[in-house]
């Protein structure tokens, strides 16, 4: 309304200059402006209420995860922006998603400049790999090697470093990038690549950290299956 009645003020004190090519007189173009001036403003809000918003939802997800009937001990809640969506919930439609698959996302291998990094075997390949290695060990008239088999750095047993949704296995030539970033005043394109890769990994997602009531560490948690996995591997890399 401030603005409004200013601005038919300026209009009348703006109403002889031609180039303006108002036709209207100042009392209707404040009432014009009027909307125009509400339209903007409705885009407009408050940061303390933005704040306000957030310490609810936050407070507001530990009711949630105190609710027993809506308690999930694998689960548990993943996301605290969601609150509000619960109450325009009407119907549940449910289908047989998940019950032989599991919606869960695992880092294998990544392209940071010009080189890739990580076989990305998958767990059925690796299980293939271990059965055709039993197999062949079992036979007496093949002799052939394990390493003819499995890639390095492919097998369960060279994977040094774990970490959830990380399945990873080339951390050591990774993790030297990233050291020679750090430590090198002059470091080399590709080492600056990967700290900026791992930096945007880091930052750029919704994930909370919450603490586990078991083994009372802070794990990650989202909304969305690829920040955690992206976080995770971000974590997971230091």
């Not at 990305?120 to 007496?140: C, F, L, N, P, W």
């Given at each position: ?5 200013l601005?038919g003020e ?6 002889g200059a031609w ?8 009392e209707?173009g404040a009432f014009?402006?009027?909307?125009t001036?509400?339209?903007i403003?409705?885009?407009?809000i408050p940061?303390?209420?933005?704040v306000s918003?957030?310490?609810?939802k ?9 609710d027993?009937?809506m ?6 809640k993943?996301d605290?922006?969601l609150n ?9 439609f449910s289908d047989?998603t ?7 996302l695992?880092f ?6 010009n080189e890739?990094?990580?076989q990305g075997?998958?767990?059925i390949?690796?299980?293939?790999k271990?059965?055709?290695?039993m197999d062949v060990?079992?036979s007496?008239s ?10 390095p750095?492919?097998t369960?047993t060279n994977?040094?470093h ?12 990774l993790?030297g990038?990233?050291i020679?970033a ?7 394109l590709q080492a600056?690549l990967?700290?900026?890769f791992l ?6 997602n919704?994930?909370f950290?919450?603490q586990?009531?078991?083994t009372?560490e802070?794990v990650?948690r ?8 992206l976080?995770?591997?971000?974590n997971?890399?230091?």
């Amino acid at each position: 309304l401030v603005c409004a009645v200013l601005s038919g003020e300026w209009l009348a004190a703006n109403s002889g200059a031609w180039y303006l090519n108002y036709s209207q007189s100042p009392e209707v173009g404040a009432f014009y402006k009027f909307f125009t001036w509400f339209i903007i403003f409705a885009q407009f809000i408050p940061i303390s209420l933005l704040v306000s918003m957030e310490m609810v939802k936050y407070f507001q997800a530990f009711f949630m995860q105190w609710d027993i009937g809506m308690y999930a001990r694998l689960h548990g809640k993943q996301d605290n922006g969601l609150n509000e969506e619960l109450g325009q919930v009407q119907y549940v439609f449910s289908d047989k998603t998940g019950t032989l698959t599991e919606n869960s996302l695992d880092f294998r291998k990544c392209y940071i400049g010009n080189e890739d990094f990580g076989q990305g075997d998958t767990e059925i390949g690796r299980a293939a790999k271990r059965r055709q290695e039993m197999d062949v060990s079992k036979s007496k008239s093949v002799n052939v090697r394990q390493d003819d088999f499995s890639a390095p750095g492919s097998t369960d047993t060279n994977l040094r470093h774990h970490a959830p949704h990380v399945n990873f296995d080339e951390y050591e030539r990774l993790h030297g990038y990233l050291i020679e970033a750090v430590t090198k005043p002059k470091p080399s394109l590709q080492a600056v690549l990967v700290r900026r890769f791992l930096t945007v990994l880091a930052l750029n997602n919704s994930c909370f950290p919450v603490q586990d009531e078991e083994t009372k560490e802070l794990v990650i948690r989202a909304a969305s299956p690829d920040d955690e996995c992206l976080t995770c591997f971000a974590n997971f890399m230091g």
